[in-house]
Structures are given as structure tokens and as C-alpha cells.
């Protein structure tokens, strides 16, 4: 089996050189790199990942916890996440804790027993406290879609409770005081403080939260679907439904639509996230957006910065919500 130094006898360089080129450093020339590049592929050496690890104290893999590998949502934040890290030589290992505080503390305990330089993690069910404790751990780690005060420089996170305010003041800007609302499950933080800025914007239209036309979902298309039906079982006064996001107000568009009723002109709808697919629909969903492909962006970026020492990265912690007007959405007559 061929080693590091039978590649430099063979590229002519030293063994120093060889591992510059191994770990992509810029300070070794194309035409040096070249050479170590040719020697290792006739001699057929692959790098021992395990012995270079135990060199550098580094494994060169970032473990990743998110909270569902399906659907729209987190496949483009994992897809970023992969895509920094990847380029800077590094791989992910990925797990999921399915929104459940067991699950997501056993992801956490996987992922360190893997070595892991550095963890990202997208957690809803443990506690700020488990967390606050984690983060004195000697494996750095940086959240995404959490604010947490007393370790707010670890948080990659949006603006929800404004996000919430901008959906709903649209809906009101309209000219609607007859609004539903279809919530997300409500321990989530996020889910939260949507729902908190929907009521400010309420309040600032002087138009009553009414408690019986707030339904708690679960934030997938089925979940929109019941919701939906139970509030037109009530057989309130509805002219707009604001979704805590696209995929519920997808599901509960189409319960309307089955009972005859047309979107936008009968009914509006604003969902959160702007996901791709319903910009293709008809009608296209006004939406608010949440960039968690740039949050997960920015997290790997804390990971390069903070933990291999690449001080070209700018870091950004809090991002702010954009509102997409689309053709859902109708003033009132």
C-alpha cells in the first residue's frame, strides 16, 4: 500500500508539500499540485482519514440535526449547509429528531460519538436551559432557527414575530376584519411568535382576535386541511385565512376550492416560508418568506470561521422577513 512518502519521492517534494496539497492549501503551486496530484493517482495512495484525523485533532465533519428530512423545507437548508462545507473540504453527517425532545437529545449524542468538529443544529423540543449547558461543551456549536439570549452569538435565526405582523397587516391593509388563523403546533418558538405578531397586527387594526377561528396545525398540507374544514364547519364570517405556512395553506385552499368557494375572490389566503411550488399554483400564494437556505448558509459559515479559522466568512445572526404579494390575496369589496 502506498504511503505519503513514496508519493513525495515520486512527485519530487516534500512530505510537507504533500500535505499541503491534501488539505487544498492555496500556498502550493498548480504545477506543484499537479505533480503530487499524478504521483498519488499512479501510485493509487488514498489519504487515511483516521490517521490524519488523529494528526490534526480534526475529523473534517460537521454533524448536522435537523427536524425532518422530508418535505419542501429543510432539504434547501441541508443543501447549503453541504455545499459551504463541502467546498472547504469538509463533509456532513446528518441525523433528525423529529421535533421530540428524546429523539433530538440522542441526535445531539450521536453526533459528538462521531467526532464531530463542530455540530449545527436545528432543535424545537429540548429546552433553552439543555442547550445554554451544550453549549459549554468543548464541540462548538451554533443553532439555526433559535434565539437563545445568554448564547445569542451561537444563534442563526429570523425574525418570526415581525414575519407574523407583515402577513397579517397585508391581510388587514386590505380592508378584511374577518380573519382565521391556522397555527402551527404552538410549542414550537417559532410558531409562537408568529402567532404573537398576527395579534399585534390585529390590535393595531383595532379587529378582535377571535379565539374559536385560531386552529393549531401541524404545519403539513393535511393538517391546512382539517383546519380548514373545521372552521367552515363553524359557519363564521371568513373573507381571509392567514397560514403559519405554505404547505397548510395549500392543504386548506383546496378544501375551499371543493366547497365552491374562490380564491381570492371569496376568501384570501398568505402562507410563510415562500417554498417554491406555490408560486406555480393557481392562485400563486402571497407569502412571506423565510431564507432558511441562507440561514443554513450562514450557520456552516459560523462552523468554517469559528472552528477551521477562515476569517474571510462574514457572519450574519438575524434575518429579517420579506412579504411576496401574489395573487391570493384580494382587498375586500
Not at 45 to 68: E, H
Not at 73 to 86: K, Q
Amino acid at each position: 500500500m502506498a504511503t505519503i512518502y513514496d508519493v513525495s519521492v515520486m512527485a519530487g517534494v516534500s512530505l510537507a508539500t504533500v500535505s499541503r496539497v491534501m488539505n487544498n492549501n492555496t500556498k502550493v503551486s498548480d504545477k506543484t499540485k499537479q505533480k503530487v496530484v499524478d504521483a498519488m493517482e499512479s501510485l493509487g495512495y488514498r489519504p487515511n482519514t483516521i490517521a490524519q484525523s488523529l494528526a490534526s485533532n480534526r475529523s473534517n465533519s460537521v454533524g448536522v440535526l435537523v427536524s425532518q428530512l422530508d418535505g419542501p423545507f429543510y432539504g434547501p437548508m441541508m443543501t447549503e449547509i453541504e455545499m459551504v462545507l463541502r467546498s472547504a473540504n469538509k463533509h456532513v453527517i446528518i441525523a433528525a429528531g423529529h421535533s421530540d425532545e428524546k429523539q433530538e437529545k440522542e441526535g445531539v449524542e450521536f453526533l459528538m460519538s462521531r467526532g464531530c468538529d463542530a455540530l449545527i443544529l436545528d432543535v424545537e423540543a429540548v429546552s433553552d436551559e439543555y442547550l445554554i449547558e451544550l453549549s459549554k461543551a468543548s464541540t462548538p456549536i451554533v443553532f439555526i432557527n433559535r434565539y437563545i439570549d445568554e448564547i445569542k452569538d451561537r444563534c442563526v435565526y429570523l425574525e418570526n414575530e415581525q414575519g407574523g405582523y407583515m402577513a397579517t397587516e397585508h391581510i388587514l391593509s386590505l380592508g378584511h376584519k374577518h380573519l382565521a388563523y391556522i397555527s402551527g403546533p404552538l410549542f414550537k418558538l417559532d410558531v409562537r411568535d408568529r402567532l404573537k405578531g398576527h395579534k399585534r397586527a390585529l390590535q393595531k387594526y383595532h379587529v378582535p382576535f377571535d379565539e374559536t377561528l385560531c386552529y393549531e396545525g401541524d404545519f403539513r398540507e393535511l393538517g391546512g386541511s382539517n383546519a380548514m374544514k373545521h372552521l367552515l364547519s363553524l359557519n363564521k364570517p371568513i373573507t381571509a385565512v392567514v397560514c403559519a405556512n405554505d404547505q397548510m395553506a395549500a392543504g386548506a385552499i383546496a378544501v375551499c376550492l371543493e366547497h365552491g368557494l374562490r380564491v381570492p375572490e371569496d376568501i384570501s389566503f398568505i402562507g410563510y416560508d415562500n417554498i417554491p411550488f406555490p408560486q406555480y399554483i393557481s392562485p400563486k400564494l402571497s407569502t412571506v418568506s423565510n431564507p432558511i437556505h441562507e440561514m443554513g448558509k450562514m450557520a456552516a459559515r459560523w462552523v468554517l470561521q469559528e472552528v477551521y479559522n477562515d476569517k474571510d466568512v462574514v457572519i450574519e445572526h438575524s434575518f429579517q422577513p420579506e412579504l411576496f404579494i401574489r395573487t391570493s390575496t384580494k382587498s375586500i369589496n
